[in-house]
């Protein structure tokens, strides 16, 4: 992997999720560059522009890059991919199947063609589908291409677990595997506070109830948005991600 002095990390969509991964990844120093992209492409400017200015308050080096020039993403190490549209109240995932598979193959040809190398996490939903489109559509090997669900999932399970239990969120480790969407498998055996077993701390019934309220998360924050999905949560999961991969952390997260 390029050194931190190189590296080059583009985020594309700089909607709600690509604006915050932005702004997280720039706080926490992860490339020398992070390119911002979107067919908005002032939009795109101007939260770069911001993020730059945000920079003098906030102390960080990364220089942020608005623009909505595929070719400027060339050379990249690795992309966040958050382009294409959010849920509306009554939606479920598969219901922004087409648009956002028009999106994502589109930018699946830039990212082959200008960052051979790269690797590339995906946002979109609907995830499992977006994933491998673009994976099939790059030709990467499936070890470069990734989807961000399992990171977000667990931490929502985590935080319906430590208001049921009164712990400290930081003190949970909770685990949910399966596809992002209803049919996902929040797994309460593998449940710990503290080290703790879940099944120790609270009966089965609580623990129905709180994976069900992880499955429908998303749904619960688009219910009370009215417009838009989750992005806070979201693209910390992404940044926590791309952190690990960039400074091979070598810990084991879910994808
Ligand atoms: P948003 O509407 O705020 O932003 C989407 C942005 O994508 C817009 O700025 C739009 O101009 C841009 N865009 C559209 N087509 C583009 C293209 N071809 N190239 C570059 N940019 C393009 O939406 P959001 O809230 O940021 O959500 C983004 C996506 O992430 C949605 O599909 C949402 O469902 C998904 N999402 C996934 C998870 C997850 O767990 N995997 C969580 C939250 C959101």
């Not at 002095?5 to 932005?22: N, S």
């Not at 956002?100 to 930018?107: D, E, M, P, W, Y």
């Not at 503290?194 to 998360?217: C, F, M, P, S, Y």
């Amino acid at each position: 992997m390029t050194s931190i002095a190189q590296r080059k990390l583009t985020v594309v969509g700089a909607g709600y999720v690509g604006m915050t991964c932005a702004q997280l990844a720039a706080q926490k120093d992860l490339a020398a560059e992070i390119c911002l992209i979107d067919i908005q492409e002032g939009r795109a400017k101007g939260i770069a522009l911001d993020l730059d200015q945000m920079a003098a308050v906030e102390g960080f080096g990364t220089r942020v890059v608005g623009t909505g020039d595929p070719a400027a993403t060339a050379g990249s190490d690795l992309f966040i991919v958050t382009a294409g549209l959010p849920r509306k109240p009554g939606m479920s995932r598969s219901d922004l199947l087409e648009t956002n598979g028009k999106i994502v193959a589109s930018i699946a040809d830039y990212v082959r063609d200008g960052s051979p190398d790269a690797i590339v996490i995906v946002v979109t939903n609907p995830l499992d589908i977006m994933v491998h489109l673009m994976r099939a559509r790059t030709g990467f090997p499936a070890r470069r291409v990734v989807g961000m669900a399992g990171v977000l999932d667990s931490a929502r399970f985590s935080w319906f677990i430590a208001e049921a239990t009164g712990a400290n969120v930081q003190d949970v480790d909770a685990m949910v595997l399966g596809a992002h969407g209803d049919s996902m498998v929040p797994l309460a055996h593998f449940c710990t506070v503290n080290g703790v077993q879940l099944e120790h701390l609270t009966d089965r019934a609580t623990i129905a109830v709180l994976a069900d309220r992880t499955r429908k998360g998303g749904g619960e924050i688009v219910g009370l948005l009215k417009t838009g999905s989750a992005f806070y949560a979201p693209a910390a999961a992404s940044v926590a991600m791309a952190r690990l991969i960039l400074n091979d952390g070598r810990r084991l997260l879910l994808c």
